[in-house]
Structure formats: structure tokens, C-alpha cells
């Protein structure tokens, strides 16, 4: 009915690092760092420009380059800057190679406080150092970047299950990354490329 329709969609509570809004020990994290494209990194921000703010904090995101765009990878970076630089954020930091260095000065255009690293302690350290917990942070990017695995050394999550080392496997016309689990050297996950 309509009624558990609207109730289902209510009660909806999201986990893991897929559009997961959540208070990790006092900080108010807004975590969507599986995927990262440009669509969807402009409607994370819309999403962050909706949610309230406790006074005297502030909407700050930590931003991955978009990954896998090839020829376009800085062109399209360097767009979605811009674009971000339009929105209402008071805080950035952007986080990988140097496509998200062209992201940050995109953002930078538009007069929001922003930073860039390729460091993944720097980038600890500066959420450790600029992150307060009357903030909402966004944390978006691609799986790709790790940064679920910063919100673990940071907040003391376990949102980050895979290692920076995988193997590949064939079978037949399948190809699969093995991914080993974070707690587990003993068990595999298996995810279809």
C-alpha cells in the first residue's frame, strides 16, 4: 500500500559506504566513497547543501578525482570543479593524482576553502586537524582511492575490507579480481570485473 510504501522508504537506513549518512563517535559523516562520477558527485553535494548544519558548523567534503575517463580525465575534472565552486560548501579537500589537483583549483575558483593532496597521511592528518564535530562531511569517491580506508584510520571504523593488493583469476570467459579481506588473510571475496 502507500502507506508501507512511505513508511518502508522512511524507516530506510543506509550502511557501508554507499550513501551512508551517519555519526561516527561524535562526527556527522555523510560516507558515499564506492563510485565516483561526475553525476553523482554533483548530487552528493546537492544532498550535503540539504542537510542542517549545527551552528557553527560547516558542509566540507573530502573529494576523490573521477577515476576511468582517460583522454577526458582532466578536462572533465577541471569541469566539475567549476562546477562545484558554484555550491554551497564551506570546506574542501581533493584527494588523488593530479586530475583532482585541477579539481580543487576548479573549486577554488568559486571562493570555497580548498586543498589538495596525493598523500594519503596528509589527508589524515588535515581531516584529523579541520573536521569538527559540528560539521557534516561528505566523503565521496571511487572505491579505487581507498578513502574508506582513511575513515578507518581516522574515526576507528571498519568500513575498509580490501587491501591495496588483489589477484586476478580466469575461468573460461570470466575474469575476477580476488580481493582479500582486511581481517582475514585465511578468506577471499570475489568480485566479477
Not at 558554484?86 to 583549483?105: I, P, Q, R, T, W
Not at 570555497?112 to 592528518?125: A, P
Request: charged share 25%; net charge negative.
Amino acid at each position: 500500500s502507500e502507506n508501507e510504501i512511505k513508511a518502508g522508504i522512511s524507516s530506510f537506513k543506509a550502511s557501508g559506504i554507499r550513501q551512508n549518512l551517519t555519526n561516527v563517535g561524535g562526527y556527522n559523516l555523510f560516507i558515499d566513497c564506492y563510485n565516483i562520477a561526475p553525476i553523482s558527485l554533483v548530487g552528493a553535494v546537492e544532498v550535503l547543501e540539504k542537510l542542517n548544519v549545527e551552528e557553527g558548523g560547516r558542509r566540507v567534503a573530502v573529494i576523490s578525482d573521477i577515476n576511468r575517463l582517460g583522454e577526458f580525465s582532466t578536462k572533465i575534472n577541471t569541469e566539475v570543479g567549476q562546477e562545484l565552486g558554484k555550491h554551497n560548501l564551506d570546506l574542501v579537500l581533493c584527494f588523488g593524482n593530479h586530475d583532482s589537483e585541477y579539481m580543487s583549483e576548479g573549486i577554488k575558483a568559486g571562493g570555497i576553502e580548498t586543498y589538495y593532496t596525493s598523500d594519503r597521511e596528509q589527508l589524515n592528518q588535515w581531516m584529523k586537524e579541520k573536521i569538527t564535530k559540528k560539521d557534516i562531511v561528505l566523503l565521496k569517491g571511487s572505491v579505487a582511492r581507498l578513502l574508506s580506508k582513511s575513515i578507518d584510520q581516522v574515526y576507528g571504523t571498519s568500513l575498509h575490507i580490501i587491501s591495496e593488493h588483489f589477484e586476478y583469476v580466469r575461468k573460461d570467459d570470466f575474469k575476477a579480481k580476488v580481493i582479500w579481506e582486511k581481517e582475514s588473510k585465511d578468506s577471499k571475496l570475489t568480485a566479477l570485473m
